[in-house]
């Protein structure tokens, strides 16, 4: 969807203007439309359902109502912001259609806005999420006031977004245009709209297959994203990772200034990790920056604690500042949270933990890491399938990535995006006889009741139940939690 005109003002021209967004109960729309607010825009929005978000509009003053039906779509209007979720066919979209408003996405707005603060922009195929909750708790602790937008819920940070100073109040960037901190997505291209001083490429692999069909022009595609990195004369820096990233194919005639971190030891920032204490360190040029100990579990949180830290040196915290909020970081909701103890009927206890991992590398680190750490004696993951596409383009891989798992239990794929006759091409069964093939225990069910029933049936002491996706299987760990027979000990 293009703007049906162009929009009537740049971003110095917010104040005043009123925002519709559809969707705005999201956590990336909700933090947009609270920064959209402090910069003087009159903001307003709807929602499918009420939310402990949209209450928290509603309680900053911003109206939200819950009938999209068109009907809040008037002429006095200036934009219309709406998440990629919604629908071309949707009511308000129609009606804004009809009304002449101009229509922006997300990414685009989100753009405009990056152009009034010193842009952070967090973009990989892993780890956006917990990155910028890393950074942000790090700019926090240092007193710089960011502002930031994730797309998870953080606690330890005060939540999914924080409009921060319009100036940076202390450090070596003191007043300077504010920070925004903030997740940037691959999919549609949608990060070619933001506008980075600073940026990161965290990692790249084969996703959203349904709309590049190959990683060439997944490279391609995060090869423009590095391009919108300024020039280093002004201020533009990509850390990007030594291996994994692609970085051969997507650095050379980039004029901005650029580094690498990782565990190979050419690195420009080296990188050492010890998964028995969790302990993290850092080298650059034979010497050690900085060393920690991570609270969470695995390498690749090694390395999002790693690219935090770098990028929070680039915007003036002193490497010394730097340790305590990594130390002190939790995690973020739906990554490797541990969700509760649940009793079993042998008179055991078994610990059940909710991840988002969706990927076949998501999946076979955070099994490896959980295993490796918390030694269960079985190791049983409950993982949903997110989108028919990614999972028929990526069966084999993810058939090869449950192999530190004991027991796969697998529900029905959760449809997204795909057309019905994608949906036709592939089942959960299809997932659990490559499983079966390569000799893992996995079983199909279609419903979550069945799964919670099986497992409350089966667990034993010791066992750790991973509930694994980006869907609504996340229900499974809060209602095995939700159980009379369960202790809680998150």
Known sequence: MTPTKPLPFSADAIHGKTFHFIGIGGCGMSGLAQIINRLGGKVQGTDAVASTVTEKLINLGIPVTFEQDGSEITNDIDVVVHSAAIPDDHPEILASDRCGIPLVTYSKMLGIVQTRHTGVCIAGTHGKSTTVSMLSAILLSAGIDPSFIVGANCEQIGGSCRVGAAEVPVGRLKGSKGMLISESCEFNRSFHDHDPTLALIHNLEEDHLDYYQS????????????????????????????DGAHRQLITPGLQCKVETFGFHPEADYQVFFDPAVKRVGILREGIWIIQWTNAMLGSHNALNAVAAAILAAQLGVDWDDIVEPLETFQGVDRRLQK????????????????????????????????????????????????????????????AQSFSSADEVIVPHIYFVRDSEAEKQRVSAQDLVDKLIAKGSVAKHYETFEEIVAYVRSHARDGDLITVMGAGPVTSIAHDLCSTPELNYNP
């Open 339 to 398: 969700v509760c103890t649940l009793a079993c009927k042998d008179g055991g206890t078994a610990t059940v933990y909710d991840d988002y991992g969706h990927h076949p590398t998501e999946i076979e680190m955070t099994l490896r890491a959980i295993r490796a750490s918390e030694l269960p004696k079985r190791l049983i993951c409950i993982f949903q399938p997110h989108q028919h596409s990614r999972t028929r383009f990526l069966l084999d891989q993810f």
């Open 215 to 242: 990683l060439d022009a997944i490279i391609e595609a995060f090869k423009g994203f590095a391009l919108s990195v300024p020039h280093e004369n002004q201020g533009g820096y990509l850390l990007i990772a030594h």
